[in-house]
């Protein structure tokens, strides 16, 4: 079984400043890492995943992650946010062999303000 | 529509009744989930459809909780004998699962029920 720590459960920051979103994670066996960010009203989207090959990852709007396998880490970065980003950011975690079977952590709500 | 479709939107009900909740995935998805977002629990996995194969329920958390996926399209979800630590959002996600693994599941905006 696997699981999911995210550190901060409320992380507020001002507009073009950055933020790191924090998670680690525990398996026995090899996993797949994502972010999912939920804005408000809205469904579960992806923003990034890791499933093999460059450990840095990197979504359209400007955030990165990097996994690191001996820290059992998935960080979450973005230089300069935007009020657009508040949101609440979940990280999972799959086994390669479980399509979709995901195990989320708590979740961290980023609010930005002006 | 083109996005996962989930009814209701909101329920309330009282303990003790059974509530049913309907999930329409993406057309051509072949993968279908349910989870369980609550304020003690975080987001839990409950079940787990692919095509005909057998469901994997091992999330679901009593056998009050039962699912069903018909045609390899439309689920529900149904609730029996409802209880107050049953309220949360579910929330629906499907996937296409063919070819290589993109991990994305597509999420509904769920729905939201209270139990009074």
């Known amino acids: 079984a696997q699981s999911v720590t995210q550190l901060d459960s409320q992380v507020p920051v001002f507009e073009e400043a950055p933020v790191e979103l924090r998670c680690n994670y525990s398996s026995s066996v090899s996993v797949y890492l994502f972010w999912y960010v939920q804005y408000p009203n809205q469904g579960l989207q992806l923003l990034l995943k890791y499933l093999s090959g460059s450990t840095l990852v990197e979504s359209i709007n400007g955030f990165e992650a990097e996994f690191n396998k001996s820290q059992t880490s998935f960080h979450l970065r973005k230089p300069s946010v935007h009020i657009s980003d508040t949101a609440e950011y979940f990280c999972a975690v799959s086994e390669t062999d479980s399509w979709g079977k995901l195990q989320f952590g708590a979740g961290t709500q980023v609010v930005v303000t002006p | 529509g083109a996005g996962v479709s989930q009814s209701p939107s909101n329920k309330v009900t009282e303990k003790g009744k059974d509530v049913e909740l309907r999930c329409d995935p993406i057309s051509g998805h072949t993968a279908l989930y349910w989870y369980r977002q609550s304020l003690g629990q975080g987001l839990e996995f409950l079940i787990y459809f692919q095509g005909n194969s057998a469901p994997d329920k091992s999330g679901l958390p009593s056998d009050r909780f039962s699912a069903e996926r018909t045609g390899g399209s439309v689920s529900t979800l149904t609730i029996q004998r409802t209880q107050q630590e049953d309220s949360a959002v579910y929330l629906c996600?499907?996937?296409?699962?063919?070819?290589?693994?993109?991990?994305?599941?597509?999420f509904g905006e769920g729905s939201r029920l209270t139990v009074l």
């Open positions: 996600a499907s996937s296409p699962r063919t070819g290589a693994y993109t991990g994305e599941l597509f």
